[in-house]
């Protein structure tokens, strides 16, 4: 169908002259015709619209209590302690680049993103800290619109409607089902290691898309637009090479991938893409070669390493697995959604949708080899923070692939005639139903006109019941207090309502007041005790023998900080 809602549709195919009504009567009428004009992929995009504005709204109020913990002060301690001396901006970042250059010999290589977890915003003031679960939120959502808008829009030729349902559907299940909500969003030092680095790939694919293309759909780029997009994947894979491990590998194998890919079917275009998977694969060696990820294997993971064919095996094995667990109810459901929109991103596209095992393949062994830099060093999976951003991968990969998969069958219907050749390929710009293009026989406009009206019907009331079983769903697990907890939204809202989050923020608070008002070099502070799920990464120990206890002390000027049960005395 096309973006655009067809006139034709709203038209009295009577052909009686119009009777005379009043005006009550007048806009009833007109209302109704509006609504049997509504085209049914642009009112899904506007429900999918609401539905995450009334998710993301928890998720953002909560992050007004959002505090700082381990990691965040480990890494950003020294910057802490350039602002509290005065040494201002320049200082703070002196700071955080020391702090890379002294990781990197001593604990891990990684060096972008240690620069920016040493710039965490309680650095600053922990009241600011909550910003940094805002930041990561708007980074997921800019990257996955971009990517989805360069696919759907770009590859495809499909609208803003098409553009706007997988883009949302996709962010709903991104946001409402991560692994580990707390790692993904609310703790900075996870979140800004993962989820922002994996926001990261999104935009250095979507660059190298349109490099290689040489356009947008507003048309071809200009040789500055080229340039000024090479430069900016050059520095896009400067910082992923220095990023987390697991967005680095993938990043590296599905870069060269199409950089070969690409070659191999004399795309000089191709060539653009090459300075920066040199500039990527230099910055991913350095950072593996680093020294402080064998001292760091030496002393949290020894005899941990798998070896490199166990671990590709595990992760061979592990790739199925998740791909099973992660293709629950409500995944299927937003698929169930979805088809319409692919149905009708076909219909628009030339693109052949040909061999849809292809692809499949191709995103399940990248899945797959996501999961090889944590069996390689510590034996399994890894932490909930490393599946987040598989989860991510996993929505999009399983999008990319059902959405080939429905073209495919799209195509093969249309050369059966099952399906007409749809309108907007056949005449451009006239859009998939046309008023009166010339040469087309008019029995024939009929036609598509009728089942144009008949597709509308039913995909509305399709689309419609797969809205009223998402709702019912989403209900059923706010009221059932064994479930609540397994959407982030509703885990957000019920800490709220019920005051956990605020509670939590007050004890907080406390423990900080009383750190920086008491003249003891030796404090003991109470345990909390509340923690919201989404918010509550963890508490001090009560002896300083861990790193935890020692940079929260240091942090705050103090020999040492020691935690107790508060009904203990």
């Not at 609208?159 to 949302?168: H, P």
């Not at 900016?232 to 220095?242: C, E, S, T």
Request: aromatic share 10%; hydrophobic share 50%; charged share 15%.
């Amino acid at each position: 169908m096309s973006e655009n809602v067809e006139h034709a549709f709203a038209q009295d195919d009577t052909g009686d002259v119009p009777e005379v009504m009043d005006g009550s009567e007048a806009s009833r009428r007109g209302v109704r015709e509006r609504l049997r004009a509504l085209d049914p992929v642009c009112a899904l995009a506007l429900v999918l619209a609401l539905l995450f504005a009334l998710a993301l709204a928890p998720m953002l109020a909560i992050s007004r209590y959002d505090h700082s913990y381990a990691d965040d002060w480990h890494y950003g301690v020294d910057a802490h302690a350039a602002l509290e001396a005065g040494e201002g901006a320049v200082g703070v970042i002196s700071a955080a680049v020391e702090e890379a250059i002294d990781t990197y010999d001593s604990w891990q290589g990684t060096y972008s993103a240690i620069v920016l977890m040493a710039l965490q915003p309680g650095v600053f003031g922990e009241g600011l800290y909550g910003l940094g679960a805002v930041g990561i939120m708007v980074s997921l959502v800019l990257a996955t619109g971009y990517a989805a808008a360069i696919v759907v829009r770009d590859v495809c030729g499909a609208g803003r409607a098409e553009w706007l349902c997988v883009t949302l559907a996709a962010l709903l299940l991104q946001t409402q089902l991560l692994p580990s909500p707390v790692e993904g969003i609310w703790w900075y030092n996870s979140a800004i290691y993962y989820t922002f680095y994996h926001a990261f790939l999104l935009v250095g694919a979507g660059l190298s898309v349109r490099l290689l293309r040489g356009r947008t759909h507003r048309g071809a780029l200009s040789g500055a637009g080229t340039a000024a997009r090479a430069s900016a994947l050059v520095l896009l894979a400067f910082v992923i090479g220095g990023g987390n491990y697991v967005t680095g590998l993938v990043a590296v194998v599905a870069l060269a991938a199409t950089v070969v890919a690409a070659l191999a079917r004399r795309r000089r275009s191709a060539w653009l893409l090459v300075p920066a998977l040199i500039v990527l694969a230099v910055g991913f060696a350095c950072s593996m070669a680093a020294p402080g990820n064998a001292a760091r294997q030496a002393s949290q993971f020894p005899g941990d390493n798998l070896g490199v064919v166990m671990t590709l095996l595990r992760s061979g094995f592990a790739g199925f697995e998740y791909a099973v667990l992660w293709m629950n109810g409500f995944m299927v459901l937003f698929l169930a959604l979805l088809v319409p929109v692919f149905v009708r991103i076909a219909r628009r596209s030339t693109c052949s949708f040909a061999l849809p095992a292809v692809p499949a393949l191709a995103v399940l062994l990248l899945f797959m080899a996501s999961f090889t830099p944590t069996f390689f060093s510590m034996g399994y999976v890894g932490p909930g923070r490393v599946q987040n951003i598989r989860y991510d991968y996993f929505v999009l990969a399983v999008f990319l692939c059902v959405g080939w998969l429905v073209g495919w069958l799209v195509r093969r219907a249309e050369r059966a005639g099952v399906l007409p050749a749809c309108a907007a390929r056949r005449h451009p710009g006239l859009g998939e139903v046309s008023l009166a293009p010339v040469g087309v026989p008019a029995h024939r406009l009929q036609r598509e006109r009728d089942t144009g009206i008949a597709y509308r019907r039913a995909a509305a009331v399709y689309l419609g019941c797969g809205l009223l079983v998402l709702v019912a769903a989403v209900g059923a697990l706010a009221i059932d207090e064994r479930h609540r907890d397994d959407l982030v939204s509703l885990s957000a809202a019920s800490s709220l309502v019920s005051g956990e989050a605020q509670e939590y923020d007050e004890q907080v608070r406390a423990r900080l007041a009383q750190l920086e008002t008491s003249e003891e070099a030796d404090v003991y502070v109470a345990y909390y005790t509340v923690g919201p799920k989404v918010l509550f990464m963890g508490d001090v120990h009560d002896n300083m023998d861990n790193y935890i206890n020692f940079r929260f002390a240091q942090w705050y000027g103090k020999d040492s900080v020691i935690g107790y049960h508060s009904t203990l005395g």
